[in-house]
C-alpha cells in the first residue's frame, strides 16, 4: 500500500501549484458551461446598467456561454492576484490641507494590473501542454475579453459574489485581480462557496451615488468607478457631489466590507514581487488636484505611463478633477479650475464652471 507521500499529484494540484510559483494567490477550476451567475448579464443589460459600455453589449452572447469565445473549451483555470492593502498615506504628514488632494482607486496608480497580472496568466498558459504532454487549446484574459471572470471565479471556489457585485474571497477579501484561461482540458471543478454576506448591508449603505438598485445588482450608470473611468461624457450634475473627492475609481463599497477591514488571517508571500509593482507611485497615493488639472498631453502620458490611469484619457482624468476640485470647497483651487473655463472640450468648460460657481460661493478661510 503506498504511503501518503507516494500518492500521485493530481494535475490541478500540479496546475495550483506551478501558479503560486508563478506569484498568483489563488488558483481554481471550474466548468465552461454557462450558469445562472453569466444567464443574469441578459437581464442586467437590458435593464440598461450597463451605460456606455458598448462592447458588453455587442459580445453579450459569448460572456454568457464561454464555449461562444472557444467552442473546444471545457474548463475555465481562474487565477487571483491580492491587491495589498494601502500602507499609510504619506500625504498626511505634510502641511497640504486633504481637500487639495484627489482619491485614486487603489489598484491604480502602479504598474497596470492588467500588464502584470497578464504576464502570469500567460506564463501559466504556455506551461498546460508540457504538464499533460499534448496540445492544449486555450486563450487566456484579464479583464479584456469576454469572459465574466467575477463569475467564473465564484462557480472556481474562489469566493462568493457579495451585495456590492465584487467577488470576496474568504481569506483574502475583495481586492482581488482576476485572470482566467479557458481550456479543452477536462479539469475537475472546485466545491463553489457558501455567501457569507449575511444581513450585513454595509456597502449598499455607504454608496454616496445609490449605486445599487436591489443587494447583489449594481447600476454601473451611477457607480464612480463607472462615470470616473468608463464614461465619456460630462458626470451627470446630479452626481457630482456625491463623487466628493474621487478622481478615479472608488472603494467606499469595499473599503467598509468586513472582510476587508481585519487583516487577512493568512498573509500571501510575494516573492517575485507583484504587489510592490502594484504599488501607487508617489504622486498618485493622494494627487494634488491642481497638479492634475495642470496636466498637458505630455505630461498626463509621462505621469500615467505604465498604468491603469490612462483609461480615461487625459480629458476624462481632467473631468474627474474637476468635479473633485468643485467639492473641496477649497478657494485656492480657483485659479487651477479657472483655466479650463475656455476648454476646447465643451464638456470640461461646463464642468470648470460648474466647479467654479461651487468654489466661488464658499466661505472664505477664516484668518488665523
Request: hydrophobic content about 40%.
Amino acid at each position: 500500500m503506498k504511503g501518503d507521500s507516494e500518492t500521485a499529484v493530481t494535475l490541478e494540484e500540479t496546475i495550483r501549484r506551478l501558479g503560486a510559483v508563478l506569484g498568483l494567490d489563488a488558483v481554481g477550476f471550474t466548468t465552461a458551461l454557462p450558469s445562472d451567475r453569466t444567464a443574469f448579464l441578459r437581464d442586467w443589460w437590458s435593464r440598461g446598467y450597463g451605460g456606455e459600455m458598448e462592447y458588453i453589449g455587442r459580445r453579450l452572447e459569448e460572456r454568457v456561454d464561454p464555449r461562444r469565445v472557444l467552442p473546444e473549451a471545457r474548463s475555465i483555470v481562474v487565477v487571483g492576484l491580492w491587491c495589498a492593502p494601502e500602507v499609510d498615506d504619506p500625504s498626511s504628514e505634510d502641511d497640504i490641507p486633504a481637500s487639495l488632494r484627489g482619491r485614486v482607486a487603489r489598484y491604480a496608480g502602479g504598474d497596470d494590473y492588467h500588464d502584470v497580472l497578464l504576464e502570469r496568466v500567460r506564463a501559466l498558459e504556455a506551461a498546460l501542454p508540457a504538464l499533460v504532454g499534448q496540445s492544449v487549446r486555450s486563450r487566456s484574459y484579464v479583464d479584456t475579453g469576454p469572459v465574466l471572470e467575477r463569475a467564473a471565479a465564484e462557480g472556481a471556489g474562489l469566493g462568493w459574489i457579495g451585495k456590492n457585485s465584487c467577488l470576496i474571497h474568504p481569506e483574502l477579501g475583495s481586492h482581488l485581480m482576476l485572470g482566467v484561461i479557458l481550456c479543452d482540458l477536462p479539469l475537475q471543478p472546485d466545491a463553489a462557496v457558501a455567501d457569507h454576506c449575511g444581513t450585513c448591508r454595509a456597502c449598499l449603505d455607504v454608496c454616496p451615488t445609490d449605486a445599487f438598485p436591489q443587494p447583489y445588482v449594481l447600476d454601473a450608470t451611477r457607480c464612480i468607478s463607472y462615470t470616473t473611468i468608463e464614461a465619456k461624457g460630462p458626470i451627470p450634475e446630479s452626481l457630482r457631489e456625491a463623487h466628493g473627492d474621487h478622481v478615479f475609481g472608488c472603494d467606499l463599497c469595499q473599503s467598509v466590507c468586513p472582510w476587508n477591514r481585519s487583516r487577512p488571517r493568512t498573509l500571501p508571500e510575494d516573492p517575485l514581487g507583484l504587489r510592490t509593482r502594484l504599488e501607487k507611485r508617489g504622486e498618485w497615493r493622494r494627487p494634488l488636484l491642481e497638479w492634475i488639472l495642470g496636466l498637458d498631453d505630455e505630461g498626463f502620458r509621462e505621469a500615467t505611463r505604465k498604468t491603469a490611469l490612462r483609461r480615461p484619457g487625459r480629458v476624462g482624468l481632467l473631468r474627474n478633477a474637476l468635479v473633485a476640485a468643485g467639492n473641496s470647497g477649497d478657494r485656492a483651487l480657483l485659479d487651477a479650475v479657472s483655466r479650463h473655463i475656455e476648454s476646447e472640450d465643451a464638456g470640461l468648460a461646463e464642468q470648470a464652471r460648474w466647479a467654479l460657481d461651487r468654489l466661488r460661493a464658499a466661505p472664505e478661510p477664516v484668518p488665523l
